[in-house]
């Protein structure tokens, strides 16, 4: 009996050892269901400086206690073997410090049941790169939210062919599949939202409705080559009131299509009234 239990033993190392070593990643370890680590590569083992025999070691020892939870998570699931996810976890680093990494869980048969395997690569710069980007873009969605201009983005899901005839780059801009990739508080205000309602992703044509200012309107920014100042829109308040904006416009354009049209608009005076053959400035120039 002893004899059997030394061979499963045997087995059960051969398998984690397998899972942590078949492999060309940087750093890797096998965690069973009850949370232990039992085995890493030699790399993760010189990485991380870790000395204890790997069966002693439970994912607190090396994980930071989000990532403890996102492997807790996935073993709550129960997936089968085979099932892959793709997550970012931390390990505790040398001296404590926090190690950014990506990771590729990996979830393997064994004798014993189901091991992850967690290969992981170090993001070093690319984790500062990161939170210096998302500190940009923060703060820049601080200033838009707070101008007092209303600022707007389109994006199309399907991009709009400028290679086309005019007729048929309106007809995109209208019949494509988009949404609002940004607004802020100001163009809320300005089509008279409740306070603290945003504008839903799909509600391009509920405030902008195709009509044959629009058409015009678009027209007249193809004509100009997506770059236009103090063109002329006809929006729709929550309400259904009818109004009139001035739009500065432009756009991004990759191999000759158009994936945003973005800008800024105020609204004009109630007392608006465009003329028939209402001019618009180029930005051209």
């Known amino acids: 009996m002893n004899a059997g239990g030394s061979r499963d033993q045997v087995s059960s190392t051969r398998d984690f050892d397998d899972a942590v070593n078949a492999s060309d990643d940087v750093l890797v370890d096998a965690i069973t269901a009850d949370l232990r680590v039992v085995a890493m ?8 400086g870790v000395d204890l025999a790997a069966a002693l070691l439970s994912i607190q020892d090396l994980y930071e206690v989000p990532s403890c939870q996102i492997l807790q998570d996935i073993f709550e699931r129960q997936p089968p073997a085979g099932f892959q996810s793709t997550v970012e976890l931390s ?5 404590g410090c926090t190690v950014a990494t990506i990771a590729r869980c990996t979830m393997m048969e064994s004798v014993h049941g189901n091991i992850l395997r967690v290969s992981k690569i170090p993001l070093g710069l690319l984790h ?9 873009n923060q ?21 709009v062919d400028i290679r086309c005839g005019r007729a048929e780059i309106i007809a995109q801009v209208f019949e494509n599949a988009s949404v609002w990739r940004l607004t802020n508080r100001a163009v809320e205000r300005i089509y008279d939202l409740p306070e603290g309602t945003g504008i839903a992703p799909g509600d391009v044509r509920l405030y902008w409705p ?3 200012r629009n058409e015009q309107f678009v027209g007249q920014i193809v004509d100009c080559g997506f770059y236009i100042d103090r063109a002329i829109s006809q929006d729709l308040r929550a309400d259904g009131t ?4 001035e739009n ?10 158009v994936t945003r049209i973005w800008g800024n608009l105020s ?8 003329a028939p053959d209402d001019l618009v400035e180029s930005g051209n120039g």
Do not use: Y
């Not at 590569?41 to 991380?48: D, I």
């Not at 609204?267 to 465009?274: N, R």
């Open 41 to 48: 590569n030699a790399e993760q083992r010189e990485f991380l």
């Open 91 to 95: 390990l505790i680093g040398r001296g």
């Open 128 to 136: 500062d790169e990161k939170i210096e980007l998302t500190l940009e």
């Open 139 to 159: 703060m820049l969605r601080r200033i838009i939210d707070h101008a007092r201009e209303g600022h707007w983005c389109i994006e199309f899901l399907e991009p």
């Open 210 to 212: 195709r009509t044959e």
């Open 242 to 245: 009818l109004i009139f904006c």
């Open 248 to 257: 500065d416009v432009r756009a991004d354009i990759e191999d000759g299509f």
């Open 267 to 274: 609204e004009l005076d109630s007392a608006f009234e465009l």
